[in-house]
């Protein structure tokens, strides 16, 4: 299949440009405070009635979280991704128009943001975390969509009817769409477990499973993508050949996760 000719940039006003990838990072943002007020308004689907903290909050916390997402993100490429060249060239950490975020170093910076608003509110903590797990997904989906705009982070070659071209693939091969894989499962599949879990089962009146959960299909989902990803350049692939660094990150989320639902189901479920 060809690739659809979209252009990077969303719009420009003169010397201001906007790309689609940055209007992804805005619109979940937008997106995921939106739903969060729809969750946050809605007690009954708390342990003990009693959200994190209250709906009109939400906006404030979206600056905690934009920082914490950029910051993390930005950090996380630098240290997981490409240090040796970060280190010869320190400089180039700010660069961030020239790309370069690590999804894994943004939920740090992210769970540290929640943590510092949360307390600074007096809200339960483990809520706070499932209240961004269950939004998260809308960020994720968007992101994935804006990589595949940008024609990059695709995946290996393939003889697959729905293979893509890429402007960018110096082979000019059909690889596989791995952004438009990882926009599936991380973000509509992904969303609509949970919608399921917090609207259906009641999950978020066990601090701690929302969030669970969402670290283990995120982790699953990362890992089985990658293994028709091409990984980053700059490493390749580690261990022999045949495991990236996303999967190397994705592991722990997926353990993490299973201990977060087993302390979330072993704690009495909260009227």
Known sequence: MPFPQIDPVAFALGPFVVRWYALAYLVGIGLGSLYAMALLRRPSLWADNAPPFKPEEVWDFAFWAVLGIIIGGRLGYVLFYNLPY?????????ALWDGGMAFHGGMIGLIVAILAFTRSKGGNLWSAVDLVAAVGSIGLFLGRIANFINAELYGAPTNLPWGVVFPTDPLQVPRHPS???????????LFLVIRFVTHVAYGLRRPGLVAGIFGIGYGLSRIAVEFVRLPDPQIGYLYG?????GQVLSVPMVLIGLGFVAYALRRKRAR
């Open 86 to 94: 970060y280190a010869a060239n320190p400089v180039e950490v700010i």
């Open 241 to 245: 050949g045949w495991l990236t660094m």
């Open 179 to 189: 952004q438009l894989y990882e926009a599936a499962l991380e973000g509509l599949v």
